[in-house]
């Protein structure tokens, strides 16, 4: 997932949109090369923006410098698990795992019965 989902801006999508054009793959690896990355291979990058880019759309003041992306070492540890599902024990009946499920269950079929409505 990315970051970007947090912030529906378009303008920050099109702002980190040069690392997801597509490119023609790469020449094959010789045989006789070890199973070691090549020097040119670059790591696994928790964020979607490399270091640098400038993020469009965040300054809205006038007059500041523009609001670059800083490298995923400087962002705090908690920013990544933002975009994971939260997960709740299961403490038995009338617990915060059960009451979670009924308040869904209860969403969705409102949601359903509205949208029956308009049909």
Request: glycine share 6%; charged share 30%; net charge positive.
């Amino acid at each position: 997932m990315s970051f970007l989902r947090v912030f529906p801006r378009p303008c920050l999508r099109r702002a980190c949109a040069t690392q997801f054009s597509r490119a023609y793959a790469a020449a094959a690896a010789s045989k006789t090369g070890a199973s070691t990355p090549a020097e040119g291979e670059k790591t696994l990058s928790l964020s979607s923006c490399p270091p640098n880019t400038v993020l469009a759309g965040l300054n809205y003041l006038k007059g500041q410098p523009p609001v670059l992306a800083l490298p995923d070492e400087e962002y705090p540890p908690w920013l990544w698990d933002l975009l994971k599902p939260r997960t709740a024990e299961d403490d038995g009946p009338g617990g915060k795992a059960e009451k979670r499920r009924l308040r869904k269950e209860n969403r969705q079929k409102l949601k359903d019965r509205n949208f029956m409505k308009t049909q």
